[in-house]
Nanobody
Framework: QVQLLESGGGLVQAGGSLTLSCAVS????????MGWYRQSPGKQRELVANKTAGGPTIYANSMKGRFTISRDIAKDTVYLYMNSLKPEDTAVYYC????????????????WGQGTQVTVSS
């Protein structure tokens, strides 16, 4: 069994910064893609950014230049550094991992964290 454990959400004023962390627990051999999505009330869940191991990094257009995603492959952890936050960034942020392989050979195609609330006040 694998779990994604998120931390770092909270309340911040507009223009401020927050860092989110997500660690994958379990006997992890490999993770293809790790990333972050977000969902605001009444809206669909949307991609924020993701990073493929040994591959590309993708950002949503509205986050480019303000958010930075980073992976620590050895620690099975992904970070999201959020700067110049705006009230419209208020959402629940979800960690996502695609293509988890454990050492016993189990493959998890798509795994989600429980979400962490980010609230940006104006």
């Amino acid at each position: 069994q694998v779990q994604l454990l998120e931390s770092g959400g909270g309340l911040v004023q507009a223009g401020g910064s927050l860092t989110l962390s997500c660690a994958v627990s379990g006997s992890i051999k490999w993770i293809d893609v790790m990333g972050w999505y977000r969902q605001s009330p009444g809206k669909q869940r949307e991609l924020v950014a993701n990073k493929t191991a040994g591959g590309p990094t993708i950002y949503a257009n509205s986050m480019k230049g303000r958010f930075t995603i980073s992976r620590d492959i050895a620690k099975d952890t992904v970070y999201l550094y959020m700067n110049s936050l705006k009230p419209e960034d208020t959402a629940v942020y979800y960690c996502n991992a695609e293509g988890i392989t454990t050492w016993d050979g189990t493959y998890y195609r798509d795994t989600w964290g429980q979400g962490t609330q980010v609230t940006v006040s104006s």
